[in-house]
């Protein structure tokens, strides 16, 4: 067994069943004409990371473990779209409509896509999902079953949304989760301390939490 310095406590790992999962980085969250900035957000949070989460990817990448990632997208004719996700709020443009990156949050336009710098490599696993998290109506389960992983590090967009949403996923699914608290964000920084404050509390109740740095320190060691 290895270990990450991280809280509440040292989250241990086998290298053999690790895996970075990266959460969302698209355009659509990350860019100027995307969903994200549709809703009012400050999308320069989200690109502030990227840095971050290419030098975590390439840690992975470089210890020969698998990175997965996952984009939110729905179908062109709207029928993984529920109403209620669509229509609610007052936003500029909604999902499906046309906007500066072809539709919003739609499987095949360009604002779907991840950001160039974090680019999947041939054979990394995407999922493409319809919800906040990467288990409903996903392969996601099975992919991790076929890659023996057990143990799960989170980076990625938003915080306390998909991340978290897919943290609450796994955990339920006896999945052992840390969060590298540097490699993810959200538009608004209090609801980012209070989710990651919510997955470590009473003894890692959904997961750990821990910077870049002290995950591929232990990646690094294993």
């Not at 493409?128 to 996903?138: I, R, V």
Request: proline share 7%; with cysteine; aromatic share 6%.
């Amino acid at each position: 067994m290895a270990e990450i310095d991280a809280l509440p406590f040292s989250f241990t790992f086998k290298p053999q069943t690790i895996a970075l999962m990266v959460i969302d980085m698209q355009r659509d969250f990350a860019e100027p004409g995307g969903f994200g900035a549709s809703l009012g957000n400050d999308v320069g949070r989200v690109t502030a990371i990227v840095p971050t989460v290419k030098r975590l990817m390439e840690g992975f990448r470089a210890a020969g473990l698998p990175v997965i990632h996952t984009m939110e997208c729905h179908r062109p004719d709207l029928s993984d779209l529920p109403p209620a996700k669509r229509d609610r709020g007052n936003p500029s443009i909604r999902i499906g409509d046309m906007g500066p990156m072809g539709r919003l949050l739609i499987a095949g336009e360009p604002g779907t896509a991840i950001l160039d710098e974090l680019a999947p490599l041939p054979g990394e696993i995407v999922i493409k999902k319809p919800g906040k998290g990467a288990f409903y109506a996903t392969s996601l389960g099975n992919e991790l079953k076929w890659i023996g992983a057990r143990q799960l590090v989170f980076a990625g967009v938003t915080t306390e949304v998909c991340v978290q949403t897919t943290m609450r996923e796994a955990n339920d699914r006896g999945y052992e989760c840390l969060v590298a608290e540097d490699a993810t964000e959200s538009y608004f920084p209090e609801f980012k301390a209070a989710a990651l404050a919510m997955i470590r509390a009473q003894g890692a109740i959904v997961g750990w939490t821990a910077t870049t740095d002290q995950v591929l320190e232990g990646i690094a060691n294993a």
